[in-house]
């Protein structure tokens, strides 16, 4: 069983930057992927960045790429997402997702995920 539990949102003027935490309570070695997912209200969830546990391989979806980087404290069980030149279409609200037997090529797929946070809210507006 994992915990996850969201922090960072707000409100940031556009090309501003902004930084979202994910700390995680329980079992989160081995094959653990975790991810950040955004989602608007109407529209389905949208994949934004995903790590491995074990390695650190990330993954990115087309719309944040060279802007967002998600990087992990192993120390911490925290991931992170660092946004930098945000839009106003980056405003959504952020989850934060993990699972244990991932593999790779599901990793952006919200559907491949058991555990997730309550959300965090990124308003980009000037």
């Known amino acids: 069983q994992v915990e996850l539990a969201e922090s960072g949102g707000g409100l940031v003027q556009p090309g501003g930057s902004l930084r979202l935490s994910c700390a995680a309570s329980?079992?989160?070695?081995?094959?653990?992927?975790m991810a950040w997912f955004r989602q608007v209200e109407g529209k389905e969830r949208e994949f934004v960045a995903g790590i491995r546990w074990s390695g650190g391989h990330t993954y990115y979806g087309d719309s944040v790429k060279g802007r967002f980087t998600i990087s992990r404290d192993m120390a911490k069980n925290t991931i992170y997402l660092q946004m930098n030149s945000l839009k106003s279409e980056d405003t959504a609200v952020y989850y934060c997702a993990a699972d244990g037997t991932i593999i790779t090529s599901s990793i952006p797929f919200s559907s491949s995920y058991d555990y997730w946070g309550q959300g965090t809210r990124v308003t980009v507006s000037s």
């Open positions: 329980g079992r989160t070695s081995g094959r653990y992927a």
